[in-house]
């Protein structure tokens, strides 16, 4: 099992954002987490199409596009267009999911989908099949910065189960509080990609950070 570590740039310098890519590009990331906030899906509002398409000019790595926004449908063409290559909508978020699920495919993008601390595995039991990732939240989405709530380890034990027993290949992203301290218990969980914000951009040496989170990370047993 490889890991993968995807910066939230929601932590990042907003007045210098373009450089900050630049800089976890460098230090050796593998996705870009981008943030979209609508301010009622989530009560913040963060950043929309426009920016994305200029992020998408700092790095070559792939977007990894995390839509907290209600009826995420209408805008699924517009950020494929701005340079998403993976487009992350919620659950809760949709009242036809898997057809969303289908669109996102039809842009030719990498399909995904992200559950609240509250929804139970079940709801994505039935789009196993149309996504390549299953993104845990493990804080209330709408904020960086907050504590990791534990029980997202039994979920993300229960998420891996469910794709070894139907035996699919996916991808597995914990999102929310996550930094070097518990890398190690999120990867034995079986989460295979990392989001981090301020668990990252608070220590000011990403190279260094994201290193630390690598080494913790191949101390898990059956990681590469
Ligand atoms: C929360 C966002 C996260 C957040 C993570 O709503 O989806 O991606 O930026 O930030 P940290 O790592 O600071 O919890
Ligand atoms: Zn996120």
Redo the contacts with the bound molecule.
């Keep these: 099992m490889e890991i993968r570590i995807a910066p939230?740039i929601?932590?990042a310098d907003f007045g210098r954002l373009g450089a900050e890519v630049e800089a976890i590009t460098a230090a050796g990331c593998d996705y870009v987490?981008v943030?979209v906030?609508d301010g009622r899906f989530?009560p913040?509002l963060t950043i929309g199409q426009p920016v994305v398409a200029a992020l998408r000019r700092h790095t070559t790595l792939p977007l990894d596009v995390?839509l907290?926004i209600e009826e995420p449908e209408r805008h699924l063409e517009s950020f494929a267009e701005a340079g998403a290559d993976l487009i992350c909508v919620h659950v809760e978020a949709c009242r036809h999911l898997h057809r969303t699920l289908q669109a996102i495919r039809a842009l030719g993008k990498r399909p995904a989908v992200s559950l609240n601390p509250a929804t139970p595995i079940e709801a994505v039991e039935w789009v196993l099949d149309e996504v390549e990732l299953v993104l845990v939240?493990s804080?209330?989405?709408?904020?960086?910065?907050?504590r990791?709530i534990p029980a997202s380890l039994a979920k993300l034990r229960a998420l891996r189960a469910r794709a070894l027993a139907r035996n699919l290949d996916l991808e597995l992203e914990v999102?929310?509080?996550?930094?070097v301290e518990n890398t190690a218990a999120v990867v034995a969980a079986g989460a295979t990609v990392l989001?981090?914000?301020?668990?990252?951009f608070?220590t000011r040496n990403y190279a260094e950070t994201m290193a630390k989170m690598r080494a913790e990370a191949a101390a898990v047993p059956g990681v590469t």
């Design positions: 939230s929601l932590a987490h943030d906030m989530v913040n995390h907290m939240m804080v209330n989405p709408g904020f960086g910065g907050q990791f999102d929310g509080g996550i930094g989001v981090s914000g301020t668990g990252l608070g």
